[in-house]
């Protein structure tokens, strides 16, 4: 018999050429059914689609890429990644596109990963993490890389962001606290150049009045520990902390804890991401849930939607939901009327 | 000026050529502070190797693949995936390499993902969640592509692989209950068509003689508890269960506690594999941590070695280690007696 050819496949799936051909390319116009049935005429046919003849008809790397810039060991520790990567491979896996995950331990080594993409290996990025004046915009833009930014970009750029309010959850917590007979309430913050973090901190500030009891943290277990030390210490000390993650909060909470203050009649504590633990922690830590799964999905389908030709843009999406648990309470009455422990 | 060439690079880095070429391609027989010298060479000349020239140069992808043939969410929700891919990525950032990452959700998405690596996308690949006698194996072979197997596959095969023996501790936890006076302990296995729970199965049954108390699961929470419940039905009932992962034990923990037996006193439980919550659970759950951090780092720096020449072989790691807590205690003495609550 006569080797298959593309042809073939066409006519057993009763489509045509091209429509056998993007399905292969991972274009999102062809429907799951019709994509079923190519692929399933092209097996009973034995037939392969040829690489060459592939990325030719096609030009594409049917992967996205995308570049982290910390230590390896956070896509572990931080339940952010996790639940943002299988997300991506939720919205990827249907059009059979990789995701094309590197972690750069420098800013040439990034700049690399990102060439190296813009040169074959990756149809578009994703970029996380933003910094408020982010290089890799015009830096991807230059490359003629296609992007998708995670978070509220506020400078000018080419490419879609998908963005949500994480300061409707800062500024429900601070009624609520306020609500319970809080008045020193304060905030440790991530590194104030990350778009999040800044977002977080400016709607603490613009609901506070005032950033006397703002500290500036970065993320980690230690810089949580620390800084709630330093709160601790202060003569007219917080009733309550609200943190910028809850692994900032752990580590609060414990200290608190080490200390004798009793959580949370001495002291509220809330946290932000809504970690894994945070719910089986005893007290369970109130925090904001915010859906790195659906972050991650929506985001590879606003990429793969702009490599097809989608004019980017912005898509606010609305996945954050207040847990509010045992940690934050009314605080003891000797504590709301100015008295110390 | 004219435009800066290779040989500029190798003339200001001290090195020849080929070095400048192989420290682009990820060849790890170049030393780090030679790869650092030519790099800097190259950036304070504004030379960037060209995509095309690379490639022939070194016909290298810069890429492992990693297909997953299993549910998205199970990157999330099973904590051994994160901590694998940190400890990949781990493996792979020095030589920069970027992990392709798949998911594919049927055999032959999975073929031909496996398919595109083979043709350029991925020098190699990793290759886990093997089953007793796995198609892959052989798939793999055909299309050429270097491999590392992550666990201990007893059929031929002629790639590394990547094991460690999972039935030291299975024997040690059993040895460790009956010491505290358990009789009648049960074993929920994961799904016994992988290697992996088929070895711990095995461990249990050769060490309790009988498969009275074996149950098949399927690492699954809903699993965890509904064959929970069968044991706890039996009329000589299990006074403690072994389970193949710690998302069936938690299940199972939180199942007891619903129909009021007490852990440890009246029924003990440990998991396998200490998720991050493990330690936090009241009470604190008994677990075999088994280092998929490690795991991953040793498993991508084995297939960097293969994939510049090294013969495959296999790979003996000791990363486990049995970490006993409060839910394995010895059975209240009515229920050591025999009798029944």
Request: one cysteine or more; hydrophobic letters at 45%; aromatic letters at 6%.
């Amino acid at each position: 018999m006569a080797k298959p050819t593309i042809g073939d496949v066409a006519r057993v799936a009763g489509v045509t050429r091209a429509t056998v051909s993007h399905a292969y390319s991972g274009k999102r116009s062809i429907s799951a059914p019709t994509k079923a049935r190519v692929f399933e005429a092209a097996e009973s046919l034995g037939w392969v689609p040829s690489h060459s003849a592939r990325a030719l008809a096609t030009r594409r790397a049917n992967a996205v890429g995308l570049v982290i810039a910390r230590d390896p060991g956070v896509i572990a520790s931080d339940s952010f990644f996790p639940a943002f990567i299988a997300g991506l491979e939720s919205g990827l896996a249907d059009a059979e596109v990789a995701l094309l995950l590197q972690v750069a331990a420098s800013r040439s080594a990034e700049e690399r990963a990102y060439r190296s993409m813009a040169h074959g290996k990756a149809d578009g990025v994703i970029v996380i993490d933003l910094h408020r004046s982010d290089w890799r915009v015009a830096f991807l833009a230059e490359l003629g890389l296609t992007a998708v930014l995670l978070g509220a970009y506020e400078q000018e750029s080419p490419f879609s962001c998908v963005r949500s309010d994480d300061a409707v959850q800062m500024r429900d917590l601070i009624t609520h606290l306020r609500g319970l007979g809080h008045e020193r309430i304060a905030h440790v913050t991530g590194p104030l150049g990350y778009v999040h973090s800044h977002a977080r901190a400016r709607a603490y500030v613009e609901e506070i009045g005032s950033e006397e009891l703002l500290r500036e943290g970065d993320f980690g277990a230690a810089s949580g520990r620390d800084l709630t030390g330093e709160l601790l210490d202060l003569t007219d000390r917080p009733t309550a902390v609200l943190y910028a993650n809850d692994t900032m909060a752990i580590a609060g909470l414990s200290l608190a804890r080490s200390r004798d203050f009793r959580v949370p009649d001495d002291l509220a504590l809330a946290g932000f991401d809504d970690d894994h633990l945070s719910a089986h922690l005893s007290p369970a830590l109130t925090s904001v849930a915010t859906d790195p799964f659906r972050r991650g999905r929506i985001t590879a389908e606003v990429l793969l939607a702009d490599i097809d030709g989608a004019t980017p843009g912005s898509v606010e999406i609305d996945c954050n939901e207040l847990r509010l648990r045992a940690s934050t309470a009314a605080p003891a009455p000797s504590i709301a009327q100015g008295g110390d422990r």
